[in-house]
């Protein structure tokens, strides 16, 4: 960045490229939006801390649940460990499984609502938190773990972890093999090639298109409030009022789109692992 630039602040373009950084063992912008040899440390942490304050709102809701008049929190908690377990009972028919697949899915329900309304907090305030903790006016800080790829992928690839266990446990090893050859086009030797090229697929896709599902609409939504947060760099009232105006509208529409996608990932990962406990 040149002198007159510093003194006049960055431009549109420096000022997203900025916000769009992650703070990670680089130390400057990726030029790859997914790099193995890059660990993206504030995608880490605000992943673990909220996953953290997932387990202790649950935890403390268990261990406050009373037979009587239930209190605000207790019932809302219930509300959707009610709506969990009615998704998990029309899904995966084997109850000693939904005594593990239930729970898991409100954790990540109410985990990813979490990461992705870490998106409602002012686009600026814990990057220049963070930068004046370091001293550095440039430091990088991302927010939103649901925005980065690296975090949403981890999160289908867990996912899919789990469906295999799955897939081993119910068939058995044997049986899980046998059906990687023998599915979907039956069980004729000239046939396995084919089906196990196109079961290799299916879990590659699933797996992808679960991440990338709930990265590209957090990606996206992240975006629009950074170009919504320019408006308010313009030096009329026109123009603040603007800013004022789509931010509280974006903010409102955005309730939804937050709640929507930790609701489909959630779907989606109750729906992957049903599947594993069918056979072909």
């Given amino acids: ?15 997203i490229i900025h916000h769009l950084t992650h703070l990670n063992n680089v130390g400057h912008a990726q030029t790859e939006t997914v790099n193995l040899n890059v660990i993206n440390f504030d995608t880490l942490f605000y992943s673990l801390a909220l996953g953290l304050l997932t387990v202790f709102l649950l935890h403390r809701a268990a261990r406050k649940a009373t037979s009587g ?17 009615n998704q998990a009972k029309g899904i995966i028919h084997r109850e000693e499984s939904r005594k593990f697949v239930a729970p898991l899915a409100l954790t990540v329900f109410i985990w990813i609502f979490f990461m992705n309304a870490m998106d409602f907090l002012p686009l600026d305030l814990l990057p220049s938190i963070w930068q004046a903790v370091t001293g550095n006016p440039h430091a990088y ?17 867990g996912v899919l972890l789990i469906c295999l266990w799955y897939n081993i446990k119910i068939k ?24 196990f090229v196109m079961q290799i697929i299916e879990f590659v896709a699933k797996t992808v298109s679960h991440g990338m599902r709930l990265f590209g609409n957090m990606y996206a939504g992240e975006l629009i409030f950074m170009l919504i947060a320019l408006m308010s760099g313009t030096a009329t009232v026109a123009g603040f009022m603007g800013h004022v105006l789509a931010g509280s509208v974006w903010a409102i529409f955005h309730i939804l789109i937050v709640v929507l996608q930790a609701f489909v990932f959630m779907m989606l990962t109750l729906i992957y692992i049903g599947q594993a406990h069918e056979s072909h």
């Fill in 1 to 15: 960045m040149t002198t007159e630039a510093a003194a006049h602040g960055p431009t549109a373009g420096e000022y």
């Fill in 69 to 85: 008049v239930p209190g605000r929190f207790q019932a809302a908690v219930e509300i959707l460990v009610e709506m969990v377990a």
């Fill in 141 to 157: 800080m991302r927010v939103v773990p649901t925005a980065d790829l690296n975090g949403t992928l981890g999160l289908s690839l």
């Fill in 172 to 195: 058995g090893i044997g049986g899980w093999i046998h059906e990687l050859f023998t599915a979907p086009f039956g069980n004729k030797w000239f046939l396995y090639p084919v089906n």
